[in-house]
């Protein structure tokens, strides 16, 4: 009975959305991982940008990705 009231495109749009939301976790927690990583930032610059990511999570991500300082991070480069 359960096949009946959960059709094919519904069973895939939950998949969809599941794995959407699962991108949208893993970019939240590389920019909280970056932010702490860096050691060009001070801690209220660290705080900031953590609350900003937690408030808002898209656009603050978006706006840590243009705005963070490229460069390495102070560890070891490595070359593939």
Request: hydrophobic share 60%; aromatic share 14%; net charge neutral.
């Amino acid at each position: 009975m359960l096949g009946y009231d959960y059709p094919l495109l519904d069973v895939f749009l939950t998949i969809l959305m599941f794995f959407g939301l699962l991108l949208v976790a893993a970019i939240i927690a590389w920019c909280l991982f970056d932010n702490f990583r860096r050691r060009d930032q001070t801690g209220w610059a660290k705080a900031g940008w953590t609350l900003l990511i937690l408030i808002l999570p898209l656009v603050g991500c978006l706006v840590y990705a243009v705005a963070r300082p490229p460069g390495d991070l102070g560890g070891p480069m490595v070359l593939a």
